[in-house]
C-alpha cells in the first residue's frame, strides 16, 4: 500500500480535459504548465508520459497529484497502472493495445476510473460490454501529438457515440480553437486538448477562449 488516503470514485465530468505533453510546452515543464492549467478551473487532467524514466515520472505524478487534489480537478494516468496505484490517482487511461479492461480492473480494483481509447463502433461497444467508466472518442482530426496515432475517425464516429453509447466519453485528437465548436454543437460534452493548451504562450488566456466557446454553443440532446 502507498499510505495516501483512499480516493472516491468519482465520474467524467463536463469540461475541457487536459493532457501534458511536455515536448510540445514550450520548454515549460509538466508540473509549470499543469499548475496554469488548473488555475482556469479545468476539471480534468491526464498525465501522458511515453519517454521518461519511471522514477521521474512517480516524482512528477506525486507532484501532479497534490495540485490536482488542491484544485479539486480529476488526476488521469494514461497506461501506467502501477503509477496511478502509488500516487492514488482518480483514474487510468488504456488503449486498444494495452492489457485487456478486465484485467485492468482486476489489478487496479474497483475504486479507480479506467477510460478506453476507442476508434469505431464495434470498439465503443465493446468497452461499455467490458465495463469502462468512460470511452476516448477520436482522433476526430488529424493530430501530430502522438508519433502512433491512427488516421482520423471523423465526426461520424462522434455523432454515433452521441446516439448510441450511455456512458461518459471525451473527444479526442486535433481538437483546436477554430474547430472545438463544431464538435460541441455535434453533442460533446468534454473535450480533450493537447498542443492547444499546452503549446499556447498564454495557457490562460487561450483556456478562456476554450471555455467560453464551450460555454456558448448549443449542445445537441438525441436522447433528451
Not at 485487456?100 to 461497444?125: C, M, N, W, Y
Not at 486535433?174 to 464538435?183: D, Q, R, S
Not at 480533450?192 to 478562456?208: C, F, H, P, W
Amino acid at each position: 500500500m502507498n499510505g495516501l488516503p483512499k480516493q472516491k470514485k468519482r465520474s467524467l465530468p463536463n469540461g475541457i480535459y487536459a493532457l501534458t505533453s511536455e515536448p510540445h510546452s514550450l520548454g515549460r515543464n509538466n508540473i509549470e504548465v499543469a499548475n496554469e492549467i488548473l488555475a482556469c478551473g479545468v476539471p480534468i487532467l491526464q498525465y501522458r508520459e511515453k519517454s521518461k524514466k519511471v522514477r521521474k515520472m512517480y516524482e512528477e505524478c506525486l507532484a501532479l497529484r497534490a495540485l490536482t487534489q488542491q484544485y479539486g480537478a480529476l488526476f488521469i494516468i494514461n497506461d501506467h497502472l502501477d503509477l496511478a496505484m502509488a500516487v492514488g490517482a482518480d483514474g487510468v487511461h488504456i488503449g486498444q493495445d494495452d492489457l485487456p479492461l478486465s484485467k485492468v480492473r482486476e489489478l487496479v480494483g474497483p475504486d479507480l476510473i479506467i477510460g478506453v481509447s476507442t476508434h469505431s463502433p464495434d470498439q465503443a461497444q465493446a468497452a461499455v460490454s467490458e465495463g469502462a467508466d468512460y470511452i476516448g472518442v477520436g482522433p476526430l482530426f488529424t493530430t501530430k501529438t502522438k508519433v502512433d496515432v491512427c488516421d482520423p475517425v471523423g465526426l461520424n464516429y462522434l455523432d454515433f457515440v452521441v446516439n448510441n453509447i450511455d456512458i461518459p466519453f471525451v473527444a479526442i485528437g486535433g481538437i483546436k480553437e477554430h474547430n472545438l465548436a463544431e464538435v460541441i454543437n455535434l453533442g460533446a460534452r468534454t473535450v480533450a486538448l493537447v498542443t492547444e493548451i499546452v503549446g499556447s504562450s498564454d495557457i490562460r488566456g487561450k483556456i478562456k477562449r476554450l471555455q467560453h466557446i464551450m460555454d456558448t454553443q448549443t449542445f445537441t440532446s438525441p436522447k433528451a
